[in-house]
């Protein structure tokens, strides 16, 4: 297994742990956290080293370029993959925006933060698939 998959499922898992943290905010308390709550910290600190790991991951992907594990997905898992960077991008930029407590639009950030993060799991979840496929 290359540093690439491995920074990858790791990557993807804390995208999966920082998902949970708000849900199960909401599930076990019937409304969002506070701006400053334990929750939304650990929400916060999971949420930027996941996108640290994710920003990382391309990166590590290039090293392994030519190796069989690095071209099976093909164009298919390195386009969902390049897809799901540029959302990352944007998501983490909202995420850092929701951090401010004098944010004045801030349900229509927090909807757009939630619409990049289910986008993300989307094109992770699709680019794993074609790695795992060979991209068929």
């Given at each position: ?134 991209g068929e």
């Amino acid at each position: 297994m290359s540093l690439a998959s491995v920074s990858g499922w790791i990557a993807t898992s804390l995208m999966i742990g920082a998902a949970v943290v708000p849900v199960a905010q909401r599930l076990l308390r019937g409304k969002r956290a506070e701006l400053g709550s334990a929750s939304v910290t650990m929400h916060f600190l999971i949420g930027l080293t996941a996108a640290g790991l994710g920003f990382l991951h391309p990166l590590t992907a290039v090293f392994a370029l030519g190796s069989p594990e690095a071209v099976g997905g093909g164009v298919l898992a390195l386009g969902f993959g390049g897809l799901a960077f540029v959302v990352l991008l944007a998501h983490t930029g909202l995420g850092l925006k929701l951090r401010d407590p004098k944010l004045k639009k801030r349900p229509s950030s927090r909807r757009a933060h939630v619409a990049t993060a289910v986008t993300i799991l989307l094109l992770v979840g699709a680019h794993v698939v074609a790695c795992l496929t060979g991209g068929e």
